[in-house]
């Protein structure tokens, strides 16, 4: 199999429309748009299409919508502990949280290989259409209002959702991530998919990803972790970066990944739209990192009318957000139940 057919792990057999309870932690599926197209952004219908989908808690009409980053997928219990538990922000025994693969990736929600096997080739998908989906997965679920956090990709699908839904959010978190892509941004993603397109196979998504980690972390993050070497002529930091690209190819699509960074890319909401999102926004800015700059996410929070900016105090660049959390769960949790 070719990195251009990879996908991770296929998913079980499971049953449509099944619900779970509290402690349920499988994987459902659901197929939306039988009746009715989804008209994307690029113009082209999408009917029949499959969502595979985690939910935590028992199903009720207010929710609490996790939304995942680029190359992540709906198992929150397994990325993110310090959020998803007892006590903490996500707490499945006080509320219904949902979180569901993106359109356009390769987790179980269709994507570049369901549609290669369909034979409609490359679909262009955008971040607005990746919240009409998740709207109507919303509605099959039965909710009818929701609390949204994302970080990184993640948080940048949130402000799609402030635009494509505000009649459904009734607060938002935005952890690490822009109200729109910089020149910076853009142009690491367009080193990355240059690199997929010029070794395609799998050996240019293994850079894209070597890539990409350097700016998921910092140079003082990279010092306390990677320094010296391990093994004779390998420095500790080309080792890290080899097996960060290994991992990804083991289970990510390469024509996901060129999706999903291009959609992030083209997310370009102007000053009038994002001067109209009322909704209360908690802004997260991290004060290391060098992928979506700490000035980026609070000058980003001060365009919203409603918009409240933090900082994580963090050496550890954007994925501090996974790795060195701090003080986030808490002040996350107080501006979800409100305070």
């Known amino acids: 199999m070719t990195a251009l057919s990879r996908t991770l792990a296929p998913l079980p057999p499971l049953p449509e429309d099944g619900r779970c309870s509290a402690?349920?932690?499988?994987?459902?599926?659901?197929?939306?748009?039988?009746?009715?197209?989804?008209?994307?952004?690029?113009?082209?219908?999408?009917?029949?299409?499959?969502?595979?989908?985690?939910t935590y808690g028992e199903a009720q009409e207010e929710a609490t919508l996790v939304l995942h980053a680029l190359t992540g997928h709906s198992a929150v219990h397994e990325w993110w502990p310090?959020?998803?538990?007892?006590?903490?922000?996500?707490?499945?025994?006080?509320?219904?949280?949902?979180?569901?693969?993106?359109?356009?990736?390769?987790?179980?929600?269709?994507?570049?290989?369901?549609?290669?096997?369909?034979?409609?080739?490359?679909?262009?998908?955008?971040?607005?259409?990746?919240?009409?989906?998740?709207?109507a997965l919303l509605e099959h679920l039965g909710v009818r209002r929701v609390r949204v956090i994302g970080a990184s990709m993640g948080g940048l699908l949130a402000y799609a959702w402030l635009l494509e839904c505000p009649d459904l959010v009734s607060r938002a978190v935005v952890i690490g991530a822009p109200v729109r892509h910089s020149p910076w941004a853009v142009g690491l993603n367009s080193a990355a998919r240059a690199a997929i397109c010029a070794a395609p196979g799998g050996e240019g998504l293994k850079v894209a990803r070597m890539v990409a980690m350097l700016s998921y972390r910092s140079p003082e993050s990279l010092a306390q972790t990677q320094a010296g070497q391990r093994r004779p002529g390998v420095h500790a930091v080309t080792s890290y970066l080899e097996y960060q690209g290994e991992k990804l190819l083991a289970r990510f699509c390469e024509r996901s990944y060129l999706t999903l960074t291009a959609?992030?890319?083209?997310?370009?909401?102007?000053?009038?739209?994002?001067?109209?999102?009322?909704?209360?926004?908690?802004?997260?800015?991290?004060?290391?990192?060098?992928?979506?700059?700490?000035?980026?996410?609070?000058?980003?929070?001060?365009?919203?009318?409603?918009?409240?900016?933090?900082?994580l105090d963090s050496v550890h660049g954007h994925d501090a957000f996974l790795m060195d959390a701090g003080e986030l769960p808490g002040r996350v949790g107080a501006f979800l139940r409100g305070g």
């Open 263 to 311: 959609a992030m890319d083209a997310f370009q909401p102007g000053d009038a739209e994002l001067a109209a999102i009322r909704v209360p926004v908690l802004a997260v800015g991290i004060s290391s990192d060098v992928l979506y700059p700490a000035a980026e996410v609070r000058a980003g929070a001060a365009a919203l009318p409603n918009a409240t900016y933090w900082e």
């Open 82 to 135: 310090d959020f998803l538990g007892a006590g903490r922000p996500l707490d499945p025994a006080r509320e219904f949280i949902v979180c569901a693969n993106v359109l356009g990736g390769c987790a179980g929600t269709d994507g570049p290989a369901q549609w290669r096997a369909d034979g409609l080739g490359d679909v262009p998908v955008s971040l607005r259409d990746m919240a009409r989906v998740g709207r």
């Open 23 to 54: 402690d349920d932690r499988t994987v459902k599926t659901v197929t939306l748009f039988r009746t009715s197209p989804l008209l994307l952004d690029c113009g082209r219908p999408l009917s029949n299409v499959r969502v595979a989908y985690h």
